[in-house]
């Protein structure tokens, strides 16, 4: 098997140089791609839609997107993505239990299989106490894994359930707006040339901020100070992340803040006030 890595544009990037990033990246020996939907470290929200129907969908190659942050935060249709597989976390924005996760699988892997069509098998749900049995469904072959946790399953069902009740494009655009505060009230405290990290763009930003305030960006013990003392001294909780800008640049550090469904914009005037304080008194 052989690996190919994407590099996809971090700072100043635009939905088509996303999508040319996939476009030169393919050859006819690519067997799948796969990419996150919102990348974890950075906050980028990648234009899964026309990377499946403009990259993958012509040259016959299966995507599998990673929607950890994805799903619970913004409004998804799978069907008009196009995607063949969609994996995401259950715990994370859709605020279900621990260890649980929502896969799709595209018309029961009826794609998969003109794309794979020089396989007799395309597919193995090696992880499943059923997989020996394909008569039962792949539907319940890909849920039935040992001793079940039914009580988990039914908690994350009650809470998609509540984002439905609630309206999953309402909360998409709420915690957008969130970001959005977020990255202004940043600018405005730390200068506009603070690096932000994360698109501040339609369809390219999500609910994650991504920053670093000091001079040299690849001080990894600085950032975790600081992010430490954030947790300690003002009671916010953010997480530090690593990149490279380029892949064969130098790795980067970040502050990652998440304006989730629960926060209001008091929480994203405290959080960025606390940064700033913290930051004086670092570099004072």
């Known amino acids: 098997v052989t690996l ?21 990246a393919v050859s006819p020996a690519t067997r799948m791609i796969v990419f996150s939907h919102i990348t974890y470290k950075t906050g980028a929200r990648l ?77 193995w749900p090696i992880n499943s106490s059923l997989a020996e049995y394909p008569f039962f469904g792949l539907q319940l072959q890909l849920q039935y894994v ?22 999953r494009d309402r909360i998409e655009a709420y915690v957008l707006s969130l970001s959005a ?13 603070t690096v932000i990290y994360s698109p501040d763009a339609p369809g390219l930003s999500s609910g994650l901020t991504a920053f670093n305030p000091f001079d040299d960006r690849t001080d990894a013990e600085l950032l975790k100070q600081f992010r430490d003392r954030l947790r300690e001294e003002y ?31 008091r929480d994203v005037e405290g959080v960025v006030a606390a940064m700033y304080s913290l930051f004086s008194d670092m570099t004072s």
Not at 6 to 24: C, H, K, M, R, S
Request: one cysteine or more; charged letters at 25%.
């Open 4 to 24: 190919t890595k994407v590099e996809i544009p971090v700072l100043g990037a635009t939905e088509q140089a996303y999508v040319d990033a996939f476009a030169n």
């Open 47 to 123: 234009p899964v839609k026309r990377i499946c129907q403009e990259v993958a969908v012509p040259n016959g190659i299966p995507t599998l997107i990673d929607g950890a942050h994805a799903i619970g935060m913004i409004e998804l249709d799978f069907h008009d993505m196009d995607c063949d597989f969609y994996a995401g976390s259950g715990h994370k924005w859709q605020c279900g239990p621990g260890a649980t996760g929502i896969l799709y699988v595209r018309d029961n892997l009826g794609r998969l299989r003109d794309y794979w069509s020089d396989r007799a098998e395309v597919f």
């Open 181 to 193: 505060y977020c990255k202004q009230l940043i600018r405005q405290a730390f200068g506009e040339s």
């Open 235 to 265: 009671g916010f909780v953010v997480r530090t992340t690593d990149f490279h800008v380029t892949l064969d640049g130098p790795e980067e550090h970040a502050l990652r803040i998440s304006t989730h469904l629960f926060h209001d914009e």
């Open 146 to 167: 040992g001793n079940d946790n039914y009580p988990a399953k039914r908690a994350l069902a009650d809470a998609c359930d509540m984002w439905d009740e609630i309206g």
